[in-house]
């Protein structure tokens, strides 16, 4: 596409969305609610063909050799169908957010001064791989009175554009087709013209690998809320349970290694006397450890040596940065320098160990013997996610619809003037 076309055609997607935004801003929450049902119920009845769709993707994937855990991701079957229409309904159940009065209070000249929960505006979501996060994200967008903009990766377009014709009839029915718009070109060219939208767009919110979040970052012209890799850490502190520490750290590692909040370095006290007990749980699995020279000699042959950079590695594989530390203090340090301020968990039976990991630990979410897995929006209870915010403003941690939302001073009178 030349240039005039990708503008002209992103700024028609953006200008639709953009008028979408005041109807479905003004729709009630049964309204909401009732497209959001909808939604779900037609996923269930087109399952078939969204999966028919994405088989397409797969097909692709597999021919230009993308990894187990990148075609992990893309995959849908009838089960994961299932769990998207199961989440939308959880959405339905959330309370809404929009026009929540959060706080008020009278002045001395008897105004009446509050704060009122309203939408955004227009979203633009740019993400890769995962076909769910274009339903998880148009739910969340309608639910929250939001127009959204979706723009998916190119290894996705057919399971997308599967989804986005369930989504878009249902909008039809309800008065309001374009509250979610897709970009339904893959040319990379319309990203840079989607970034510079600030008179349709409000905010950006990239999700993917770190060149996407790098690259959303260095272009937009639109406040972005980054949405960064998850370099994730588990402690395990001297006094940790074995049998904890490994059914933990086996979890956070395996149950599902392509996404964000699974552990990628293992930190191991050097007198938690179980070690073996830990690495051997994860060897079983098929997990590749890559460890410090300490950790090497725990089990000689089956650990490679760490280089530098893997202290720093998103893998979203089946591999492993394990290092033994001297005390939590140099465990909290490791993180410091290595986090992307994802996720991070101690596993101790020290109290004042577990809260000093709560203080010191900048991340986004801090765990104490749990699996770093939980971080995500329906297992925190706010129903599918846009996804984990590594920042600290507007929105951190776990987003999903109140961080769709903003404050707007409202100002109740009597007729009173300023003196």
Not at 157 to 183: E, G, T
């Amino acid at each position: 596409m030349i240039v005039n076309e990708i503008n002209s055609y992103i700024e028609d997607i953006c200008r639709t969305a953009k008028k979408s935004s005041r109807i479905v801003a003004n729709l009630s929450t049964n309204e909401r609610n009732g497209i959001l049902l909808n939604i779900a119920k037609e996923l269930r009845e087109k399952s078939d063909f969204i999966i028919s769709e994405n088989e397409k993707d797969l097909r692709a994937a597999d021919e230009a050799g993308l990894s187990k855990a990148m075609c992990d991701r893309l995959m849908l079957n009838k089960d994961r169908i299932e769990g998207m229409a199961s989440s939308i309904e959880d959405i339905v159940k959330l309370e809404d957010p929009v026009g929540r009065i959060e706080s008020i209070n009278v002045r001395p000249s008897g105004i009446r001064v509050g704060q009122m929960r309203v939408p955004v505006g227009v979203i633009a979501v740019i993400y890769e791989s995962r076909p769910n996060v274009t339903t998880d994200i148009a739910a969340l967008a309608v639910k929250s009175g939001n127009a959204a903009v979706l723009r998916g990766g190119k290894e996705s377009i057919h399971s997308n554009l599967a989804l986005y014709s369930v989504i878009k009839d249902v909008l039809k029915q309800a008065s309001c087709p374009d509250a979610v718009v897709l970009v339904e070109k893959t040319d990379h060219e319309l990203v840079t013209a989607l970034l510079k939208m600030n008179d349709y767009i409000d905010i950006v919110i990239p999700r993917g690998g770190e060149s996407l979040i790098k690259m959303v970052t260095r272009e937009s012209t639109i406040p972005v809320i980054k949405h960064d890799k998850g370099v994730c850490h588990t402690f395990i502190d001297k006094t940790a349970s074995a049998d904890m520490a490994a059914e933990i750290s086996v979890n956070a590692k395996v149950q599902r290694p392509g996404v964000c909040n699974a552990m990628e370095t293992l930190l191991i006290h050097k007198d938690f006397t179980d070690k073996e007990k830990v690495l051997n749980a994860l060897l079983d699995r098929n997990v590749e450890i890559r460890g410090c020279e300490r950790t090497v000699k725990v089990l000689p042959g089956k650990i490679k040596p760490a280089q530098e950079k893997d202290w720093d590695e998103e893998y979203l594989d089946l591999i492993l940065s394990v290092k033994t530390v001297e005390s939590i203090d140099e465990a909290i340090n490791h993180i410091e320098k290595y986090s992307s301020g994802h996720s991070e968990a101690i596993i101790t039976s020290d109290h004042a160990n577990a809260e000093r990991f709560l203080k010191e630990v900048d991340s986004s979410a801090v765990f104490v013997n749990s699996s770093t897995r939980f971080h995500d929006g329906g297992e925190f209870g706010l129903g599918a996610e846009v996804g984990i915010s590594t920042q600290k403003l507007h929105a951190r941690g776990a987003m999903g619809i109140t961080g769709l939302t903003c404050l707007k001073f409202v100002v109740y009178g009597s007729g009173q003037v300023r003196s």
